[in-house]
């Protein structure tokens, strides 16, 4: 559990659009919003590992995963790589 002093250290968000028959669309954006990857990944372990080999590459040690999926363009907007909230 953190502390409530201590300063959060990096994260990175990573948004899953959870696609019925096809692969699913991941975008993997800094904290601040700028794009860092594009990627796709079936429900297995090793493509969701690559996953986030991708969203990790080149960012600091300690750098947390934060993930947002779900169905109906929850989580990523897939034309243009933004993170936003399901719809109702």
Do not use: K, N
Request: net charge neutral.
């Amino acid at each position: 559990m953190e502390q409530q002093d201590e300063q959060p250290g990096p994260r990175r968000l990573v948004g899953i659009d959870l696609g019925i028959a096809s692969r699913h669309a991941v975008r993997v954006l800094e904290a601040d919003g700028r794009l860092v990857c594009r990627a796709s990944c079936v429900p297995a372990v090793e493509s969701l590992a690559a996953v986030e080999r991708a969203a990790l590459a080149g960012a600091p040690e300690g750098t947390r995963l934060a993930v947002v999926s779900g169905a109906h363009g929850a989580g990523v907007d897939a034309d243009r790589g933004v993170l936003r909230p399901p719809r109702s």
